[in-house]
């Protein structure tokens, strides 16, 4: 146990529905990361928080997707509209400072029928 | 756009076999390397973390090295268990984004008793 924990850990929903993670990082941990995994691939990044703000977003992160870190400590990873290549493991990771150990969370399996 | 590669992409060894696995990056500008370790179904556990401006980091039977010049880090494990057996990711951490990490595909490794 790394002390990132994401919920819920499995979600499994029909496509066109909406779905939202969350992650609650480590206390004192002021970055904040998600990633996206596919079977058989390295995770790819998807956003960044410093604190509360967003800085920085792939364009792997469609309109459908949205985050968010209120207050800096808790973040949410909301997807609408989904679509089954939606399905993957979506991972938060999160380190304070620059440069250190970066820890992930367990991961929260999507599945998209 | 940076890339990592691994190589091989799956290695299977006797018990007690020392062996080396590859990453290679495209950036040699990069913040720092890591290490980690996923297991089926699981998240990241990172194993090393390797700052720009140093050449290798031990940890037990884990050592990885890092040579900028040519965009190369290798993790040695000496003496290799079947609780070893997992998938092995490295990741560059660059410049932007908090350090963002970008990931090779890994290589599973499976230890045979």
């Known amino acids: 146990d790394t002390g990132v924990s994401q919920n819920p850990r499995h979600k499994i929903t029909k496509r066109g529905q909406n779905v939202t993670f969350r992650c609650d990082p480590i206390s004192e941990h002021n970055r904040l990361y998600w990633y996206r995994q596919t079977l058989g691939q390295g995770p790819e990044f998807l956003t960044y928080f410093q604190n509360e703000a967003q800085l920085e977003k792939s364009r792997l992160l469609s309109d459908r997707f949205s985050a968010e870190r209120p207050k800096g400590s808790f973040s949410t990873l909301e997807i609408q509209r989904t679509e089954q290549g939606d399905s993957a493991m979506y991972l938060c990771a999160t380190t304070w400072g620059s440069g250190n150990t970066i820890y992930f969370g367990e991961g929260s399996w999507l599945t998209v029928v | 756009k940076q890339e990592v590669t691994q190589i091989p992409a799956a290695l299977s060894v006797p018990e007690g076999e020392n062996l080396v696995l590859n990453c290679s990056f495209t950036?040699?500008?990069?913040?720092?390397l890591q290490w980690f370790r996923q297991d089926p179904g699981k998240g990241l556990t990172s194993l090393l973390l390797?700052?720009?401006?140093?050449r290798e980091q031990t940890s037990g039977r884990l050592n990885a090295s890092l040579d900028k010049s040519s965009g190369r880090s290798t993790l040695y494990i000496a003496a290799s268990q079947p609780g070893d057996s997992a998938t092995y990711l490295c990741?560059?951490?660059?410049?932007?984004?908090?350090?963002?990490?970008?990931f090779g595909g890994g290589t599973r490794l499976m230890v045979k008793p």
């Open positions: 990741a560059e951490g660059g410049w932007r984004a908090g350090n963002m990490l970008t």
């Open positions: 390797i700052q720009s401006s140093q």
């Open positions: 950036d040699s500008a990069i913040y720092n």
